[in-house]
């Protein structure tokens, strides 16, 4: 069953109607980015309920976790990437090879990087300013959280497998269980139990434990397309040389941009705790408008590959455009009517009651929801060079994003216009509309035709044999 239903994916992806194999594969992962989302979000629901120190404390560390978080999944996005153009070359048994290879890696990474972590937390913690309660309480939270990264990277592991074979029901329907876990925990251990942000750890981290649990199970099933099978296993030089090469610009890029976001954390931190939480919440607010970008940016990253793989650049092309200007109509309709003050505030009421807060929380998720259309433009053409491989690319510009263009445009509104907090809100629009329009110039280079990953296959392969090929299986 699992088999036809790869099999069926891949005729898709590779023959069918693009806007439909858009759609089909988009959706899930926006919905499973919403979900995910939903652990950061009930925390800060209901830490809100209990007092601002608690949402201003998870702000704060957030960073560090996401940092560790991206690091870890570049090593995942180069094996969704590596599996779907095997994949799509019909070298099925490589793609399995390479799934036993991604797994070894990633969860060596997760088990070391929790075990360092959890012993360098107060450090970070005060190097980030934190005094008083918001140091315990943010040493809490990061300590607990950092333990449930080989969980988590089990659950990475399963979404790239399954996404690469352009399944993304599944690993949407996994996490599900674990936001719903999550949610019915939160409010024992927060509000029954009187744990405080530590029971808002304990239960994000307890909510992903069967979902790993599941996965490693489904990942083991023997009639599944691409498996972990270990019997007989050795490393490949070869299977590691695309790892690094793939995996690594993209780990380097996600953490250094998370990195960024820590020290702008830091700079806001500066403003004091209610610009902090505003900060935190317009940032909650806006990773949901933007879900479709996303969305549509990681679908695409999986069409690409798995058509790159077969050789097939025109459909490429022609699946970046149908994407692009789906992600781009739908955030610009979306963000205008959430830019409304009318809107944006009753949404930033469901998270805070803090009267000082709604208004510089409003202000910003106003500023971002207005502008968000470019992130259409960032995230589709982010997928394109992804699924292309060409993921030092994304690397440069994940870091000139924040690195660059976010801190100089901080500084000129700081120091220069004497913007005060708004200097950060303006700060993370400028620097997003920058990047987008920089990738979209890079688009246009053809630098993503050239190949990276060398498949050992026959290059030229005609849409008649491709299609001959799908309809014998």
């Not at 590959?305 to 994407?323: D, L, M, T």
């Not at 993921?391 to 924040?402: G, N, S, Y």
Request: charged content about 15%.
């Amino acid at each position: 069953m699992a088999k036809t239903l790869s099999e069926d994916r891949r005729r898709l992806i590779l023959n069918g109607n693009l806007f439909h194999a858009v759609l089909l594969l988009a959706i899930p992962v926006m919905l499973n980015s919403f979900i995910q989302s939903m652990y950061n979000l009930t925390d800060t629901y209901w830490l809100g309920k209990i007092g601002t120190q608690y949402q201003a404390a998870i702000t704060l560390v957030s960073p560090v976790q996401n940092i560790l978080i991206n690091f870890g999944s570049g090593i995942t996005t180069a094996g969704a990437i590596l599996i779907a153009q095997y994949l799509g070359a019909r070298k099925d048994q490589e793609a399995n090879k390479m799934a036993n290879h991604i797994c070894i890696f990633s969860l060596s990474f997760s088990l070391v990087c929790a075990a360092f972590c959890w012993c360098i937390t107060p450090g970070v913690v005060r190097w980030l300013g934190a005094e008083g309660e918001l140091y315990d309480y943010g040493i809490s939270y990061l300590r607990i959280v950092v333990l449930d990264l080989p969980f988590l990277f089990m659950i990475n592991l399963f979404t790239s497998v399954k996404q690469a074979q352009g399944d993304t029901l599944k690993p949407m329907l996994l996490n599900l269980l674990g936001v719903i876990l999550n949610m019915i925990m939160d409010p024992l251990f927060l509000m029954t139990f009187n744990m405080g942000i530590a029971g808002a750890a304990i239960a994000t981290m307890a909510a992903k434990i069967p979902g790993a649990v599941i996965a490693a199970a489904a990942l083991t099933r023997k009639r599944e397309l691409v498996r972990l099978d270990f019997k007989g296993f050795r490393l490949e030089k070869d299977k590691i040389s695309s790892i690094v090469r793939i995996g690594l610009p993209t780990a380097i890029g996600g953490s250094t941009m998370q990195l960024g976001f820590l020290l702008m954390t830091r700079n806001v931190q500066a403003y004091g705790m209610t610009a902090t939480t505003a900060y935190g919440i317009g940032n909650k607010i806006n990773s949901i408008i933007t879900l479709p970008a996303n969305g549509i940016g990681s679908a695409l990253s999986t069409i690409v590959g798995q058509n790159y793989g077969a050789g097939n650049i025109p459909r490429v092309k022609r699946s970046y455009h149908i994407a692009l200007t789906m992600g781009a109509v739908f955030l610009f309709v979306f963000g205008m009517i959430l830019s409304r003050q009318f809107v944006a505030e009753p949404m930033v009421r469901f998270f805070t009651s803090d009267e000082a807060v709604v208004p510089l929380a409003a202000e910003f998720l106003s500023l971002m929801a207005f502008f968000c259309w470019s992130n259409a433009f960032y995230n589709v053409t982010q997928g394109l060079f992804q699924g292309s491989g060409h993921t030092m690319v994304t690397m440069a510009v994940d870091a000139a994003r924040i690195w660059g263009f976010r801190f100089l445009t901080l500084w000129f509104c700081s120091s220069v216009l004497h913007m005060g907090v708004e200097s950060i809100w303006y700060s993370v629009v400028v620097s997003n509309g920058i990047s987008a329009l920089i990738l979209y110039l890079l688009y246009w280079t053809k630098i993503w035709e050239k190949r990276t990953i060398h498949l050992e296959r026959r290059e030229a392969v005609s849409q008649k044999q491709i299609r001959r090929q799908a309809s014998r299986c």
